[in-house]
């Protein structure tokens, strides 16, 4: 008896284990029939929400604008607040420089310190594969969150002129 209440139990749970996979909505119908359906839902959709998070929205976009780049991240090379800070920092950024050519460097102040940051990372691996690179020069070298300029782009002109 307890076999037959088993074997009974299992085949309910199979047999509606069957009805949950169904199609209700005939979206497999083919690739053509399943676009033209999830057009007519999406026309359908009506979203409800609180106004002022399209206002958000609005100004974060703005925000990024005004900033002129995105958050990622650099390697700091040098930082000082002695006396001559300034013009340490200009010779650890030339010396750089001569170095390592490809790599952008940057020069800022931040009160009471010149630092001299590297790179535009776009994730910490990518400043971690440069720390390695840089190590041997520059050891003390550290990652760390700074506001990075968007990779240059090709512009008609440069491409013209290596066609030539």
């Not at 009805?19 to 839902?41: F, H, P, R, W």
């Not at 929400?49 to 990024?64: E, F």
């Not at 800022?108 to 990372?121: C, H």
């Not at 690179?133 to 050891?139: C, F, L």
């Amino acid at each position: 008896m307890r076999y037959l209440c088993s074997f009974i139990f299992c085949f309910l749970l199979w047999n509606s284990l069957g009805y949950a996979q169904t199609d209700t909505l005939g979206l497999n119908a083919g690739v053509s029939g399943q676009t033209a359906k999830m057009e007519e839902l999406l026309g359908k959709l009506q979203l409800r929400q609180d106004p002022r998070i399209t206002d958000l929205l609005v100004r974060h976009t703005q925000i990024n604008q005004r900033r002129q780049g995105s958050e990622g991240f650099r390697l700091e090379i040098f930082f000082s607040s002695e006396t001559k800070a300034r013009e340490q920092a200009v010779r650890v950024r030339n010396e750089f420089n001569l170095v390592f050519p490809t790599i952008p460097s940057y020069m800022l102040f931040q009160t009471p310190n010149f630092k001299v940051r590297i790179g535009d990372f776009r994730n910490k691996s990518e400043a971690l594969k440069t720390k390695a690179y840089i190590a041997s020069k520059y050891p003390n070298a550290f990652i760390v969150k700074d506001n990075i300029q968007f990779p240059e782009l090709f512009t008609e002109s440069i491409e013209q002129s290596e066609e030539q």
